[in-house]
Nanobody
Framework: QVQLVESGGGSVQAGGSLRLSCVGF????????KGWFRQAPGKGREAVAG???????SYADSCKDRSNISRDNAKNTLYLQMDSLKPGDADKYVC???????????????????WGQGTQVTVSS
């Protein structure tokens, strides 16, 4: 089990930015397929972005123009920069990981074995 800890969430006004971080406390996380999902209470997890073992990056259409996912392998950390935030972006953001290459499965929550607890994003209009 890889422990994942997210941070960086908070409350911002519409149009603002946030940078989310996810630290993996295991060497396995360094080369894992990683992603960001959002989750509303009582709803399923929705993919936001993912980065595969080889560095291939994918984004959901809803946020690809306003988001940037990146990783710092030296720090075992995954980031999600979100700009021009809208009230509809408000949710809990969670970072999952999976040791295997994700390829086209990056957007499927059932693919990932490890999940963090999430960090809350609130956007006021």
């Amino acid at each position: 089990q890889v422990q994942l800890v997210e941070s960086g969430g908070g409350s911002v006004q519409a149009g603002g930015s946030l940078r989310l971080s996810c630290v993996g406390f295991d060497y396995t996380y360094k080369m894992a397929c990683k992603g960001w999902f959002r989750q509303a209470p009582g709803k399923g997890r929705e993919a936001v972005a993912g980065v595969d073992r080889d560095g291939t990056i994918s984004y959901a259409d809803s946020c690809k123009d306003r988001s940037n996912i990146s990783r710092d392998n030296a720090k075992n950390t995954l980031y999600l920069q979100m700009d021009s935030l809208k009230p509809g972006d408000a949710d809990k953001y969670v970072c999952p990981a999976e040791e295997a290459a994700c390829r086209f499965a990056w957007g499927d929550p059932s693919f990932f074995a490890w999940w963090g607890q999430g960090t809350q994003v609130t956007v006021s209009s």
